[in-house]
């Protein structure tokens, strides 16, 4: 295997083969910048052994003729595609596994061997990366039910978890569930989630239990080397007070709004604990931004749940009990209401394809934003409600007004990798699929 990483003007080649179940590892540092004159020309070769099964690394000859600096190499280990980054201290001579990388190697693509974990796996959003990979099983003709363990259509191995797996603000049961699935992948979804009046009642414990699942699952991921972690934030954790549409530069520029100020800030930083990772130890930490979500097995609480399951519920009910519909506040706030399954696909390609410090927002088009009457009067339609709705009309059941965010860089690397557009649902369309699944499982699955 022969890895090429540039340096400025200069190339580094990796050569990494096995022999007598150690992975040796070369390591050439060329002036060349093509590998077919390697051998001629290398100045200096490092000789490494990885152990395949700790994914250790024992430097048993170091041969070091001319070395011109100090370089940092990051190698990604083909045992269990971790990445390795392998220094050389110039003064010492010593040879040492940790430290920043500067370099990162383009990663193999995902396939058999690897095993990704999903950190809340049993809800909205876990479901909808469930039904994204099911998609694509379809599109390939190897259709799937829905299950909680599975291998997708690269071969890879997916475990969705829940609290009943592991309760994650707990280190030692974290600890437990990364030792049993030994993950090369996360998507860290995981959280204590509500709508705008569990966080208004909630704040202390929306910061407290987010902040620690949070620094349990990033830290065994580090302790265990996974290949790239993806978590999950949310367009609340952006400034009340800005100018719009949000980009990703804004993440840190002013206070969240306070309704849900302990849940914005512990997932902000839970986006400063990923960069961190990322630039002292070379982790691919990664994080991605959604917009208001919902979807089939959702959380249709009738006080805790965001404002489209909640709706769904209580239409649901005065329908059944004749009763009169009055809903919070005046309808007036605006929202980007964005389809589980499409953040499914989305996450998808987070996984196989992004890999910077920046986040990366998940979201409709700015066009598409819709206000909370509009979609009130949608989930009326749906579910044949034909009384009156009426509004309390308190504009402090509004909670924030806006937080329009831009989904453009996301759609421009989309379709840059992809070379074509992302596709969305019609709003329409999964709204009324949600409203439908809610009514077929209320007795059974819907979480009420
Ligand atoms: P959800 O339906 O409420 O699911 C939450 C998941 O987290 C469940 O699998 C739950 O497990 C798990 N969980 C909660 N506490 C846990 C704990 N202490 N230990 C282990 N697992 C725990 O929420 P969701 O809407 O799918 O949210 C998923 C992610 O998306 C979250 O990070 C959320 O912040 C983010 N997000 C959501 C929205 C939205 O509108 N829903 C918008 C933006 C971002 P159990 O099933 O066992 O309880
Ligand atoms: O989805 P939601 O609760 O969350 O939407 P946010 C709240 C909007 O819907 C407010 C109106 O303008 C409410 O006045 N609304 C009307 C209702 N009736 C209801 C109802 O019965 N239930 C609910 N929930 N809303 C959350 C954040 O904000 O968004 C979280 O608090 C998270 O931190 C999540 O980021 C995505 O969009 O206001």
Redesign the pocket.
Same mark, same amino acid.
Request: hydrophobic share 30%.
């Given at each position: 295997m022969l890895i090429c990483l540039r340096r400025k003007s200069k190339y580094v080649w990796v050569v990494m083969f096995a022999i007598n179940e150690t992975w040796q590892c070369e390591l050439l540092h060329s002036d060349v910048p093509t590998w077919v004159h390697w051998p001629c020309v290398c100045l200096c070769v490092f000789r490494c052994t990885v152990m395949p099964t700790q994914h250790d690394v024992v430097w048993h000859e170091c041969t070091c003729e001319t070395v011109h600096r100090s370089h940092h190499v990051a190698i990604a280990s083909p045992i269990a595609k971790k990445t390795c980054v392998f220094s050389h201290n110039i003064n010492t001579g010593t040879m040492s596994i940790g430290g920043s990388a500067h370099e990162r190697p383009t990663l193999a693509p995902m396939g058999r061997g690897d095993i990704v974990l999903v950190t809340g796996g049993s809800g909205l959003v876990g479901h909808g990366i469930r039904s994204a990979l099911d998609d694509e099983l379809r599109a390939r003709k190897l259709a799937d039910v829905e299950k909680r363990e599975y291998i997708d259509a690269l071969g890879v191995q997916w475990v969705f978890a829940s609290s009943t797996d592991a309760d994650l603000t707990q280190t030692t049961a974290t600890q437990a569930l990364f030792d049993r699935v030994r993950p090369t992948h996360v998507v860290h979804l995981a959280a204590m989630v =509500? =709508?705008?009046?569990r #966080?208004q009642r909630q704040n202390v414990e929306m910061f407290r239990v987010n902040s620690a699942i949070n620094d349990n699952v990033l830290a065994c991921a580090h302790e265990h080397r996974v290949t790239k972690v993806v978590s999950c934030l949310?367009?609340?954790i952006f400034p009340d007070r800005t100018t719009y549409p949000l980009d990703e530069t804004m993440v840190h520029d002013g206070p969240p709004h306070d309704? #849900?100020l302990g849940? +914005?800030v512990a997932k902000r930083n839970l986006d400063v604990l990923s960069r961190l990772y990322r630039r002292q130890y070379g982790d691919r930490f990664v994080t991605v931004v959604p917009t #208001?979500v919902f979807g089939e097995h959702d959380n249709f609480h009738l006080d805790d +749940?965001?404002?489209i399951p !909640?709706?769904i519920h209580?239409f649901h009910r005065a329908k059944a009990h004749g009763t009169p519909m009055e809903?919070? !506040?005046t309808g007036a706030?605006l929202?980007q209401f964005l389809y589980a399954r499409d953040l499914g696909r989305m996450f998808l390609w987070a996984l196989r394809n992004y890999d910077e410090e920046s986040p990366l927002i998940f979201s409709v088009p700015e066009l598409a934003e819709v206000t909370?009457k509009d979609v009130a009067q949608s989930i009326a339609r749906h579910l044949d409600y034909d009384g009156a709705i009426m509004w309390t009309g308190d504009e402090r059941? #509004? =909670?924030?007004h806006k937080k329009t965010a831009s989904p453009d860089k996301f759609l421009a690397l989309y379709r840059e990798s992809q070379g074509k557009e992302f596709e969305y649902t019609p709003f329409d369309q999964a709204l009324r699929a949600t409203c439908q699944w809610f009514v077929e499982h209320y007795d059974t699955a819907a979480r009420v």
């Open positions: =509500g =709508g705008l009046f #966080n949310s367009t609340c309704s #849900n849940y +914005a #208001n +749940a965001h404002v !909640g709706l209580k809903l919070m !506040g706030p929202r909370i059941q #509004n =909670g924030q």
